[in-house]
């Protein structure tokens, strides 16, 4: 689209008009004082407040929208700004230019009109599109904020729940690295119902849809007299408003100045811990002075040493919800595991692994670092027992397969890394062959060992670590694992050591 500029105000404009000109060619972009006697949409106000969208994401006709940013209750940003002679993407931060491609655009009629490959998924940010925002007065989202919850919390999670309620009322930041199974939801809710109570907006974000979905119900019940969003690609409360909101990390991209409270689940998690304009998208999320809540059980090194140096504020909670301390990996070394693999049999050291937890009907995860070897593999698994199955990222059968192991009509899975995070199976003992692959990363193996003894009925479980030579992130696995135990003993967050443990 094109402006003109007149008396200090952009007007709308046509491509014919010589006198016009696209967003990108100002070099300012002039504001309107607020008229206090305008008639404002309050539609507009609700849909648009907290959020940057363009013309397409908002139900409101364009001279609806004008009329609003000349009586200074729209803000015009450029959709694509030049900075140090570099355009960068207002939306998603980007700034490679290789990201970025020019088109013959039919909205402003220039020839070469530059647009973001980057964010394209959302809807074209081009040189010519403006995003909007709201400058008008906030509009009061309703809802009660009393917290319903009658379950107990654990000592270290108390402790970190009472860090994480100073931190969102000081409008600070805080890392609260939980061992997988400490049970970290209910750390927040303190925080989460303190923040609402003052006004504030919340919002928890997550790499992952699957963790939405699951956190949703749990937070609606817990706090019954708000709506809460629930947002993730493709959810019908996309456009809605709320005082607590459950995203993905990618739905951030439409919020600007949103969040009073931003609380990151899986910090560490592919795609936010690689993808920087994720980050981008969190930052603008949040208002100038805000909150910012991290939640790992693995935050990579950088933020490890960040921690030790005393950079970070950060609370650990190392010890489980139920008192046992988490059970440490054994490293067996296995040979040239991938040359046996391709003759189509298992090192006899990994055989007699599996056969066990067959006889004994354990049921056992093995985490293979390749889907290629998990094809070579899986005929020859089948013949010490037909259930066996295997899964992967893009198998489309993903959720079936889990459902079968979880009803433990399959004794055991051959897997690759998408079953680190987030499952739970009781009793489970878990080995990876391979696991000096580089996949297998620190945070990756304290992942898949968390995956062992969750439940409290069944707290132990095997992990072993079939390698061909032994790697850093597996001595580094080993040692974040045994000090997690050992600082939760000295806390007296666990009832008992494992042998070996004291020293
Ligand atoms: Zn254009
Ligand atoms: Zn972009």
């Known amino acids: 689209m094109r402006f003109t500029l007149q008396e200090n105000k952009l007007k709308l404009s046509t491509s014919t008009d010589p006198n016009?000109?696209?967003?990108?060619?100002?070099?300012?972009?002039?504001?309107?004082?607020?008229?206090?006697?305008?008639?404002?949409?309050?539609?507009?106000?609700?849909?648009?407040?907290?959020?940057?969208?363009?013309?397409?994401?908002?139900?409101?006709?364009?001279?609806?929208?004008?009329?609003?940013?000349?009586?200074?209750?729209?803000?015009?940003?450029?959709?694509?700004?030049?900075?140090?002679?570099?355009?960068?993407?207002?939306?998603?931060?980007?700034?490679?230019?290789?990201?970025?491609?020019?088109?013959?655009?039919?909205?402003?009629?220039?020839?070469?009109?530059?647009?973001?490959?980057?964010?394209?998924?959302?809807?074209?940010?081009?040189?010519?599109?403006?995003?909007?925002?709201?400058?008008?007065?906030?509009?009061?989202?309703?809802?009660?904020?009393?917290?319903?919850?009658?379950?107990?919390?654990?000592?270290?999670?108390?402790?970190?729940?009472?860090?994480?309620?100073?931190?969102?009322?000081?409008?600070?930041?805080?890392?609260?690295?939980?061992?997988?199974?400490?049970?970290?939801?209910?750390?927040?809710?303190?925080?989460?119902?303190?923040?609402?109570?003052?006004?504030?907006?919340?919002?928890?974000a997550t790499p992952r849809t699957d963790v939405v979905l699951e956190l949703s119900p749990r937070l609606q019940a817990v706090f019954p007299g708000i709506k809460v969003a629930a947002l993730y690609g493709g959810s019908e409360e996309r456009n809605e408003n709320s005082v607590l909101t459950i995203s993905t990390t990618h739905q951030l991209f439409r919020f600007h100045e949103a969040f009073d409270t931003i609380i990151i689940d899986e910090v560490d998690a592919f795609p936010f811990s690689a993808d920087r304009s994720l980050q981008h998208a969190a930052q603008k999320a949040r208002k100038n002075s805000s909150a910012l809540i991290s939640l790992s059980a693995t935050p990579n090194e950088k933020w490890q040493n960040e921690c030790k140096k005393g950079n970070r504020p950060f609370v650990t909670i190392p010890g489980r919800y139920h008192r046992h301390p988490l059970p440490v990996p054994e490293m067996k070394w296995c040979g040239d595991w991938e040359k046996t693999l391709k003759r189509g049999k298992l090192p006899l050291i990994v055989e007699t692994w599996i056969t066990k937890r067959l006889t004994e009907k354990t049921p056992a995860l093995l985490f293979l670092p390749k889907i290629e070897l998990m094809e070579v593999l899986l005929p020859y698994m089948k013949t010490f027992d037909e259930r066996i199955e295997a899964v992967h990222a893009e198998d489309p059968q993903r959720k079936e397969k889990v459902q079968r192991m979880r009803n433990k009509e399959t004794p055991l899975l051959v897997t690759t890394t998408i079953l680190e995070r987030g499952v739970t199976f009781p009793g489970v003992d878990v080995a990876v062959l391979g696991a000096e692959d580089r996949i297998f990363t620190e945070s990756a193996l304290v992942q898949i060992a968390g995956r062992a003894g969750r439940s409290s009925s069944q707290p132990n479980g095997n992990i072993t670590f079939f390698h061909y030579g032994k790697t850093n992130a597996m001595n580094k696995a080993y040692r974040q694992i045994t000090n997690m135990n050992k600082e939760a003993f000295e806390k007296g967050l666990i009832d008992y050591v494992l042998p070996g443990m004291r020293n």
Request: charged share 15%; with cysteine; aromatic share 8%.
């Open 20 to 204: 016009s000109t696209t967003i990108a060619a100002l070099t300012h972009i002039p504001q309107p004082e607020i008229n206090p006697n305008y008639p404002f949409s309050q539609n507009l106000q609700h849909f648009l407040q907290g959020r940057m969208l363009l013309h397409d994401e908002l139900p409101f006709p364009k001279e609806q929208l004008h009329e609003h940013y000349e009586n200074g209750y729209i803000h015009y940003h450029k959709g694509i700004s030049i900075e140090k002679g570099k355009p960068v993407c207002t939306r998603c931060g980007n700034s490679t230019r290789h990201h970025f491609a020019a088109f013959s655009c039919a909205r402003c009629g220039e020839k070469e009109c530059l647009y973001c490959r980057h964010c394209i998924m959302m809807g074209r940010v081009s040189s010519c599109t403006p995003l909007l925002s709201w400058a008008g007065p906030a509009a009061h989202l309703s809802g009660t904020a009393a917290l319903k919850w009658d379950g107990t919390l654990s000592q270290g999670q108390a402790h970190a729940s009472k860090k994480v309620t100073e931190a969102i009322q000081a409008n600070g930041e805080l890392l609260v690295w939980a061992v997988c199974g400490a049970g970290k939801t209910e750390v927040l809710f303190a925080g989460i119902a303190a923040a609402l109570a003052q006004g504030k907006r919340v919002c928890i």
